[in-house]
């Protein structure tokens, strides 16, 4: 059972900072800490939250009792401590942001004690903070919201119309949540386009609530067409102005429509009655045209702040795979090879060997049977690259199989970005 630490007042000026942050590297005296934090952890955006709403009593200081109780070390939340005391003394602020700090501190009331969680040791305290950056650690830690859980939370009007386009159509059957998991952002990149919009004949009112132009029977028919090709692919989130609105008369044309449209009135009906769908006709897989882009993946990539990796992924994604599939077996390579390398894999051993069926058990990967895949996925990727790179004539072209392996491979890329951030 872990420790019950002391809940105490403690006065500001009693608090340092912590030298050995996992956020930097090891600094010698605080005001390289201050330096650090402020340069790479905006803790000039934190000091603005804290004079506009003040400190959140919902996530606690803990603190490490040091020079015989007569001061302490933050164990967590060095953020927001650096900004109070800059807030207080605007003076210990680095060069470029004094000023910034002076003016917001200006007419502030200063906080001068601190309500705080005292354990008696980093160690006692570590499985707490743990919890807080360590990611979801199988259900143990705190897990980040999905783009439709922050949307929900937010209540912005960014994803807005993605989402309740997205709600109505698993209302009434036409995805499940599976399938919707990924897909606001190519829903709103759509969504947002007014020509779409207007084919499709959905929008929301003033007051949020979905309304139509059309009648339901039509509705439900072109968002089925729509949900169809976003599930499938032959939509995606990169396709752009021009595109979409191709897209949105390919949508108009749809045989069988009312020749009549009113006046927006609320969506009715969504969940209500679930038709009954005509027998599917095969139909010929769509082809792949960009590695699959997964928002995972990105976001987490935007965290770890290595902008190489960042770089590689986006080319990755971007690039068209089937004129471009030598180039691109290339870049998939090299992505492997700096991701494997920012998380200790030595020049003298492969990305293929470095992540071995022993390492994913050691990392928690929930393997089951798909340690045989991965490795084959890594074993193609390994020989892909070396290949194309190294031999006068051979190339890999496998387009299909390139982003296949790097579908595979998700949940090692993912693990693999986690550790990074948390060795920084």
């Known amino acids: 059972m872990a420790t019950e630490p002391v809940r105490k007042n403690v006065k500001l000026g009693q608090i340092y900072l912590k030298l050995n942050n996992p956020r930097f590297e090891p600094v010698k005296t605080e005001d390289e800490a201050i330096e650090v934090l402020c340069s790479e952890e905006n803790v000039l955006g934190m000091a603005k939250d804290i004079i506009a709403v003040g400190l959140s009593p919902i996530d606690p200081t803990v603190l ?50 601190i309500e705080a969680y005292i354990f008696k040791s980093p160690a006692q305290a570590k499985p707490w903070v743990d919890r807080l950056h360590l990611g979801a650690q199988g259900g143990a830690g705190r897990r980040t919201w999905n783009s439709d859980q922050k949307q929900r939370a937010s209540g912005g ?58 009648n339901e029977k039509d509705l439900e028919t072109l968002t089925e067409i729509f949900i169809e090709a976003l599930i499938s692919g032959e939509i995606g989130s990169r396709d752009n102005k021009k595109e979409i609105e191709v897209y949105a008369d390919t949508l108009r ?34 082809k792949i045209k960009k590695i699959d882009y997964d928002e995972d993946v990105f976001h987490a990539l935007e965290d770890l702040g290595v902008r190489k990796l960042s770089s590689f992924y986006h080319s990755l994604t971007t690039i068209e795979l089937e004129d471009h599939t030598p ?98």
Not at 205 to 210: F, N, S, V
């Open 157 to 214: 009007t960014k994803n807005k119309r993605a989402l309740a386009l997205l709600d109505y159509a698993e209302k009434s059957g036409l995805i499940d949540t599976k399938n919707r998991k990924r897909k606001l952002t190519t829903v709103t990149r759509f969504i947002t386009n007014p020509v779409f919009r207007d084919a499709l004949g959905f929008d929301l009112a003033d007051d949020g609530t979905p309304e139509t132009t059309r």
């Open 253 to 286: 044309k749809t045989k069988g429509l009312s020749d009549t449209r009113s006046k927006a009135k609320p969506v009715k009906g969504a969940g209500k009655s679930k038709r009954k769908k005509p027998k599917p006709k095969p139909k010929k897989p769509s």
């Open 327 to 424: 180039l691109i077996a290339v870049g998939a390579w090299s992505f492997l090879e700096t991701l494997s390398a920012c998380i200790g894999r030595n020049d003298k051993t492969s990305f293929g060997n470095f992540w071995s069926k022993q390492w994913m058990k050691t990392n928690n990967l929930p393997l089951g049977d798909k340690s045989k895949p991965i490795a084959a996925a890594l074993t193609r990727m390994q020989n892909a690259g070396n290949h194309t790179k190294h031999h006068e004539a051979a190339a890999t072209y496998d387009s299909k199989q390139l982003n296949n392996d790097m579908t595979v491979l998700l949940g090692v890329i993912l693990k693999s970005i986690d550790i990074a951030k948390n060795n920084n």
């Open 64 to 113: 490490i009792p040091i020079k015989r109780g007569k001061a302490y070390q933050v164990e967590e939340g060095n953020r927001r401590i650096c900004a109070l005391k800059l807030l207080v003394d605007p003076e210990r602020a680095p060069s470029k942001l004094k000023g910034k700090f002076r003016n917001l501190a200006k007419g502030w009331t200063k906080i001068k004690t």
